[in-house]
Nanobody
Framework: QVQLVESGGGLVQSGGSLRLSCAAS???????LAWFRQAPGKEREIVAR????????YYTTSVKDRFTISRDRAKRTLYLQMSDLKPEDTAVYYC????????????????WGQGTQVTVSS
C-alpha cells in the first residue's frame, strides 16, 4: 500500500550536516511518520516523529536541538535535517510510517524503508 525509500546518507566529519529524505509512494497515507536508527549491535531506536499535518512532534533526547524533522505533503517526502553530527550518530537510518500519533516503538510502525547509512568520523 505504501513504499518508503530513504536517501541522503553518507560519510561526514564530526560537526557536519546531512539531510535525509524519505520518498513515499502508493495510495496509502499513514498518519504518523518517523525516523529510526540502528547502530551495529544495538536496538533500533526512534529519532524523531511527525504527522503529515505537522503535529505530534517528537525527538529523542540525544538529537534534540541538532536534528529537525519535516515533511512536504505535496511531494510526499519526509526529511531529517541533521546538524552538528557526532560519531555517536553513526547508524543506519530508517524511515517508518504508522497510525498512532504517540508511537515511539518499532512495533507500532507498519511500513519501513530500506535504510540509509550515516557515518560520522571523528
Amino acid at each position: 500500500q505504501v513504499q518508503l525509500v530513504e536517501s541522503g546518507g553518507g560519510l561526514v566529519q564530526s560537526g557536519g550536516s546531512l539531510r535525509l529524505s524519505c520518498a513515499a509512494s502508493g495510495r496509502a497515507f499513514p498518519y504518523v511518520l518517523a525516523w529510526f536508527r540502528q547502530a551495529p549491535g544495538k536496538e533500533r531506536e526512534i529519532v524523531a516523529r511527525i504527522t503529515w499535518a505537522g503535529g505530534s512532534l517528537y525527538y529523542t533526547t540525544s538529537v534534540k536541538d541538532r536534528f529537525t524533522i519535516s515533511r512536504d505533503r505535496a511531494k510526499r517526502t519526509l526529511y531529517l535535517q541533521m546538524s552538528d553530527l557526532k560519531p555517536e550518530d553513526t547508524a543506519v537510518y530508517y524511515c517508518a510510517a504508522g497510525e498512532a500519533t504517540t508511537a515511539t516503538m518499532t512495533s507500532e510502525y507498519t511500513y519501513w524503508g530500506q535504510g540509509t547509512q550515516v557515518t560520522v568520523s571523528s
